[in-house]
């Protein structure tokens, strides 16, 4: 099993910036990716950013894509997102995941057996 603990979440104006943390734990042989999704109310749950554990490699939406950054730190088993010039847009509950993956991009929810319990990020404009 995979545990999966986010944080970092909370309120900020447009234009600011906020970082996520989502802490692993348990099994890593059966994870090889991790990624951040939001969903925001009456939407679908959308794939913003993977990064493959192993070598660093990293995907984004077209969305955010030069606003954040998707990193990690192997030695504390934690994944970041860091998210800036934020958007009124990018208000949703954002959560953490992790999955064995072998494809391109981010991916899709289904590819990722394993979530965190989310954390909200509001931007007001």
């Known amino acids: 099993q995979v545990q999966l603990v986010e944080s970092g979440g909370g309120s900020v104006q447009a234009g600011g910036s906020l970082r996520l943390s989502c802490a692993a734990s348990?099994?890593?042989?059966?994870?090889?990716?991790m990624g951040w999704f939001r969903q925001a109310p009456g939407k679908e749950r959308e794939g913003v950013a993977a990064?493959?554990?192993?070598?660093?490699?990293?995907y984004y939406a077209d969305s955010v894509k030069g606003r954040f950054t998707i990193s990690q730190d192997n030695a504390k088993n934690t994944v970041y997102l860091q998210m800036n010039r934020l958007k009124s847009e990018d208000t949703a509950m954002y959560y953490c995941?992790?999955?064995?993956?072998?494809?391109?991009?981010?991916?899709?929810?289904?590819?990722?057996?394993?979530w965190g319990q989310g954390t909200q990020v509001t931007v007001s404009s």
């Open positions: 995941a992790a999955g064995l993956r072998t494809s391109y991009g981010v991916g899709m929810k289904d590819e990722y057996p394993y």
């Open positions: 348990g099994y890593t042989y059966d994870r090889n990716c």
């Open positions: 990064i493959y554990t192993g070598g660093g490699i990293t």
